[in-house]
């Protein structure tokens, strides 16, 4: 679909507010693509609803008129996941955008989809909470339960699916249901919430989400950690998880990428293999203990370096240029797209992950980073290319396929955080097998049509 017709666009408009539907081509251009080199179809119009009935009413109306419907969040994803393939109508969350409320008593909060991740932890933050699921953008609470985001926290707190509690869905046909409930456990059926959460707006759109907060931690301790290779830094990581001292954030990173970070953030780190670990404790007594601990640890895996208590102006430079660490060899590379590979696998094999793909970006030659969550076993290969070289691009896409077949190989998945998309579709089968399948069948049920959030997850 390329063009509304005027009876089509009559009726749009008078489901929202004037200003809050546009079929102008600025508008237009700007819901094309996200973050990632995945670019869709231009989109037909985009509608801001504010309120569930709205969402229903536009999504009824898509159903009775066969228009695809494509979910817009923040446009940070980076794998196309709210990018529309077959044009129709982009609905941008970014107006139900209101912390409904906050219960300390219960740590939990309710919220529309379109609050921004760093608002609330501004709110909740007032009351001594936080919800600790951090992908480093302000995404929207809606794109990241559309995609069970995670991030740098994630070996302590775990992902977006471990807080969402009770949703409310507007399914592709515009009927409105709950799932779950605020109880803190519940054995009541089938778990539809979890259904919906990394479903990448396939199966309907998030209007409320009732999530869990933690408190924030009194004490934090920052470390840094170098090694003289990877394979050396990477096996740290297994016996750190393994000896119980539970960071809450630990992150491997290449002389490379320190190397930029260093120059465009001036952080002066050793540019060479290093873990960036977080702890966090009720006290300074028992963050030293973890620190000895860790050092006398990594000691033995041979580490070279050791920086602990880093001061909190210093903790928080560190923590954001690793949240910028895409943004900054993007600079790095101007004129050049960035490919983001994004694979998890168990922790023990991460060391083999790592050699393995940072052989795969020496013996091709290219612009590559090799990173990631290590923590949870996550990795993260960012390579800049230019799409219009066929020669280079195809390279790219080469080692890509490899990494994420190595990764499945392991018993890992070709996505550990950044969804499917359009750009991991194409591994979907190699990982699930005949349960990809049955997706399918699910897929089928809810939306009998396919226009919810087409070509996404499925080819």
């Given amino acids: ?50 309120s569930t009935d709205e969402v229903a009413d536009i999504l009824s109306w898509c159903y009775e008129n066969n228009v695809p419907a494509t979910p817009w969040g923040a446009g ?15 609905i941008n969350m970014s107006r139900m955008d209101k912390i409904l409320e906050i219960r300390p008593g219960d740590l939990q909060v309710d919220v529309q989809p379109g609050v921004l991740r760093k608002e609330l932890n501004r709110k909740a933050g007032r009351h001594g909470l936080f919800f600790p699921p951090d992908p480093g953008a302000d995404a929207t609470i809606g794109g990241m339960i559309a995609n069970n985001a995670s991030g740098v926290q994630t070996v302590k707190y775990g992902a977006t699916k471990d807080y969402v509690m009770k949703l409310t869905m507007v399914l592709p046909t515009g009927k409105v249901i709950h799932t ?26 998030v209007t409320e989400a009732t999530l869990k907060l933690c408190g924030i931690p009194s004490h934090r301790l920052a470390a840094t950690i170098n090694f003289n290779d990877l394979e050396s830094a990477s096996g740290a990581v297994a016996a750190l998880i393994g000896s119980g001292l539970g960071p809450a954030a630990l992150e491997l990173l290449p002389p490379g990428l ?31 203990e973890t620190a000895d601990l860790t050092k006398e640890l990594c000691a033995t895996c041979g580490a070279s370096g050791f920086q602990f208590g880093i001061e909190e102006k210093d903790r928080n430079e560190l923590w954001r240029a690793r949240h910028e660490a895409w943004e900054t060899i993007h600079q ?34 290219v612009d590559g980073y090799v990173f990631g969550h290590a923590g949870d076993g996550n990795l993260h290969v960012v390579i800049a290319g230019d ?21 499945v ?17 194409q591994f979907m089968k190699l990982e699930h097998g005949d349960s990809y399948q049955l997706m399918r069948q699910i897929k089928e049920l809810i939306d009998p049509k396919g226009l919810m959030n087409p070509g996404k997850i499925f080819m």
């Fill in 180 to 205: 779950g409930c605020k109880a803190h456990k519940s054995s009541s059926g089938y778990d539809l919430t979890r259904l919906f959460v990394g479903s990448e707006g396939t199966l309907g759109i």
């Fill in 76 to 90: 940070t994803s980076t794998e196309g996941n709210p990018v529309p393939t077959f044009g129709g109508l982009v």
């Fill in 409 to 425: 190989e392991l018993g890992g998945t070709c996505t550990g955080e950044h969804g499917i998309g359009i750009g991991k579709r």
């Fill in 258 to 288: 320190i190397n930029l970070m260093n120059r465009k953030k001036n952080l002066n780190l050793p540019e060479v293999p290093s873990l960036f670990c977080e702890f966090h404790g009720i006290s300074k007594t028992s963050l030293q």
């Fill in 387 to 407: 799409p219009k070289d066929k020669s280079e691009w195809s390279t790219i896409e080469k080692i890509n396929h490899l990494i994420v077949e190595k990764a």
């Fill in 1 to 50: 679909m390329k063009e509304f017709t005027l009876e089509q666009i009559s009726a749009l408009a008078a489901l929202v507010e004037s200003d809050r539907f546009s079929t102008g081509q600025s508008n237009r251009e700007l819901h094309r693509h996200d973050i990632s080199p995945h670019y869709g179809t231009l989109p037909a119009g985009i509608i801001w609803p504010k």
């Fill in 332 to 365: 790095a590379h101007p004129k050049k797209e960035t490919l983001i590979v994004d694979a998890a696998v168990p922790i023990s094999r991460y060391p083999q992950m790592i050699v393995f793909s940072q052989n795969l970006v020496d013996e091709n030659h």
